[in-house]
C-alpha cells in the first residue's frame, strides 16, 4: 500500500472551511483515496473516498489532484464536533475490501 | 442495527494469561478485521478475514489467533498476554460484493486491555 504524508496538526476557526492535505506520490492506478476520522477514542468513522474523480458527500469533499500524488479533504463550514484525528489512506481492494493501512494523521482542532 | 459490537470494553491481564475478545456485526458483512492502536499512534492491521473459514495476518499478527465459523463472529484470542500487548483493540466490518457500500467500513467501539 502507498504511504501517506499529512500534517500532524492543525487549526481552524468554528464555521470556516478546514482543508486537510494529504500527499501520497506512490499512489498505484488502482489504489483508492479514503478519509477516515477517529473523535476522541472511539472507533474511527469513515468520511469520503476518491479514485481520481473530486467527490462531495454530506460530510465533506475530496478534491483529487490530475496526477492523484495528493488529495484534500475539505470540511465546508467546520463545527467544535469536527475535532478529531483525520486519516488519509491509500488501500487497494483485497477480495472485494479493502485493506487500511493508516498513518499517525492530522490531529484538526476547531476553535471557537 | 446494533452495527459492530465489541466485548468487552476493558479489560486487564495479568502477563501469561489468556483471553478472547469478542467482535460480532449485524450487518451480512462479508470482511471483519482486527487492528490495535497504542497510545499516539494510527491503528495497526493485526488479522482479517474476507468470509467465514478464511482468515489472513496483517501487520502485526504474532501473538494472536483469529477464526472465522460465521458471518457475523469474529473473536480475537490472545494466548499467553504479554505487557506489550497492552493497547486499544478496534474491531471493522464491511462488505466486499459490487457497491458502493464496500468500500465503507464500520468500526466498534474498542477494547481497551491491559497488561500487567
Known amino acids: 500500500d502507498a504511504k501517506t504524508t499529512q500534517p500532524t496538526s492543525m487549526d481552524c476557526a468554528e464555521g470556516r472551511a478546514a482543508n486537510l492535505p494529504c500527499n501520497h506520490s506512490?499512489?498505484?492506478?488502482?489504489?483508492?483515496v479514503y478519509w477516515y476520522r477517529q473523535i476522541h477514542s472511539q472507533g474511527p468513522q469513515y468520511i469520503i473516498h476518491?479514485?481520481?474523480n473530486n467527490e462531495t458527500n454530506e460530510m465533506a469533499s475530496l478534491i483529487i489532484t490530475e496526477d492523484r500524488k495528493s488529495s484534500t479533504l475539505i470540511l465546508p463550514h467546520a463545527t467544535l464536533r469536527d475535532t478529531a484525528v483525520y486519516y488519509c489512506?491509500?488501500?487497494?481492494?483485497?477480495?472485494?475490501?479493502?485493506?487500511?493501512?493508516f498513518g499517525q494523521g492530522t490531529r484538526l482542532t476547531i476553535n471557537p | 442495527n446494533a452495527g459492530v459490537t465489541q466485548t468487552p470494553k476493558f479489560q486487564v491481564l495479568k502477563t501469561g494469561q489468556s483471553m478472547t475478545l469478542q467482535c460480532a456485526q449485524d450487518?451480512?458483512?462479508?470482511?471483519m478485521s482486527w487492528y490495535r492502536q497504542d497510545p499516539g499512534m494510527g491503528l495497526r492491521l493485526i488479522h482479517y478475514?474476507?468470509?467465514?473459514?478464511?482468515?489472513d495476518q496483517g501487520e502485526v499478527p504474532n501473538g494472536y489467533n483469529v477464526s472465522r465459523s460465521t458471518t457475523e463472529d469474529f473473536p480475537l484470542r490472545l494466548l499467553s498476554a504479554a505487557p506489550s500487548q497492552t493497547s486499544v483493540y478496534f474491531c471493522?466490518?464491511?462488505?466486499?460484493?459490487?457497491?458502493?457500500?464496500?468500500?465503507?467500513?464500520?468500526f466498534g467501539a474498542g477494547t481497551r486491555l491491559s497488561v500487567l
Open positions: 476518491g479514485l481520481k
Open positions: 471493522a466490518s464491511s462488505y466486499t460484493r459490487d457497491s458502493r457500500a464496500k468500500n465503507i467500513q464500520y
Open positions: 489512506i491509500v488501500a487497494s481492494l483485497i477480495q472485494g475490501a479493502q485493506k487500511l493501512v
Open positions: 478475514s474476507v468470509g467465514a473459514g478464511i482468515t
Open positions: 506512490t499512489i498505484s492506478g488502482n489504489e483508492y
Open positions: 450487518m451480512n458483512h462479508e470482511y
